[in-house]
Every structure is written in C-alpha cells, then in structure tokens.
C-alpha cells in the first residue's frame, strides 16, 4: 500500500514538472536583450562622490563635445559611455589629478535628450524617428518602423552619415535587404548595424 502510494505520489511530480518546462517552451517567447544605456550628448545627469559632498554636480547638462565640468576638474568626456563606464572615468579623473585616492562615483542620468535619426529616400515613411532610450537601434528596426522600403528602393546600398563630436563625418554603406530577407552572404549582418542619435539615412533609388 505504502509503495503504491509512494509510485502515484512520484507520478504527480514528474506530471507537474513536465507541466512546467512544457510551459517553459510555449509560453511567451523571450525579450530580445537590451544593452546598456549610453549617456548622450545633451542628456541631464548627477555626478556624487561618496563621502564627498562638496564634489557633487547636480543636473549637468552633457555639452555637444561630449563633456561634462565637473568640481575641481575642467572636464570629462560621458558622452557614448555606459552609466559604470562613466562612473570608472570620473572616479580615474580624480585619482590621475591627485584629488581622491579611491572614489566612489555614481551617476545618474536625470533627464534624457532626445534621441532621433533622420531617413529619406525611398522609404514609406520618411523623417525623423525616435531611439528607445535603453535599447539598441538597429537599421532594421528604422526601416520597420519608417514603413518598410518602397518598391523603387536599393536597399542594398543604404548610406548611414554619422557626425562624431570633432565634426568630422563617417561614412557607411549597408546591405539591409540581405538581412532582412536572411540571405547568407558577407552583407547579411549589415541589417543589425547599431544607429545612434543624430545618424541620417539614406535610402536611394534602384537603378534603372
């Protein structure tokens, strides 16, 4: 009696687990996952020091070089660092300079710049179009979101300008549609190139 109770109550176990992990495979499929938020140019943020309150900047705004002034330090470049790269580099400012032997930094993005890029051509839906703030931007998910390529589109040579804080400009030629219809060639990751905030694109028109 003891065993055959002892069976069924292993029965029910091993039916619940299977329950769970079938569960598990159809349930809702995983969030693609996010990177780290880079601090932008013209975003808000709070520098504190531990211990040290008279080091504290609250609200900076971010300037269009990239840099933020800091307390007894002209300035350091945040702009395109993740919040503990940002962190590590002003803690490694203040040591450089001999200020602070060990520092603890937080930072703390207050306020968030507007984040756009900026595609026409032959694209449904030309214009600006915003950047989620904490996740990647790829040039796929801009031509979703700008409607798709139109029928006239070369969407294997999709320009990308880039201005970098010096003012100089970059240059990038991508393959999209081999990505976005899965084609296995050199090209095919062109579709998830990373855009970032004030990028233009430019989808030309096929030729004829």
Do not use: C, H, W
Not at 1 to 29: C, E, I, K, Y
Not at 30 to 46: E, L, N
Not at 144 to 154: E, L, P, S, V
Not at 169 to 175: A, N, P
Request: hydrophobic fraction near 45%; avoid cysteine.
């Amino acid at each position: 009696m003891l065993r055959s109770a002892a069976l069924f109550a292993l029965a029910v176990v091993t039916l619940f687990a299977d329950q769970l992990s079938a569960q598990g495979q159809s349930g809702a499929p995983a969030q693609k996952p996010t990177s780290a938020y880079r601090i932008s140019r013209g975003d808000r943020v709070s520098i504190s020091v531990m211990s040290e309150p008279d080091l504290k900047v609250a609200g900076a705004r971010v300037e269009p070089v990239g840099t933020v002034n800091l307390v007894l330090i002209k300035e350091v470049r945040l702009a395109g660092l993740t919040i503990a790269e940002a962190e590590a580099a002003v803690a490694k400012a203040y040591q450089d300079l001999k200020f602070l032997r060990s520092p603890r930094v937080t930072v703390t993005v207050e306020e968030y710049a507007p984040r756009t890029v900026i595609v026409s051509g032959k694209v449904n839906i030309q214009g600006r179009q915003e950047i989620p703030p904490n996740t990647e931007f790829t040039i796929k998910d801009l031509i979703f979101k700008a409607g798709g390529f139109t029928d006239t589109a070369r969407s294997s040579a999709v320009k990308v300008t880039r201005t970098l804080p010096d003012g100089t400009q970059q240059f990038f030629i991508l393959d999209v549609e081999s990505g976005i219809k899965g084609r296995a060639n050199a090209n095919s990751k062109d579709a998830s190139f990373v855009l970032e905030p004030d990028d233009m694109v430019y989808v030309p028109e096929k030729l004829i």
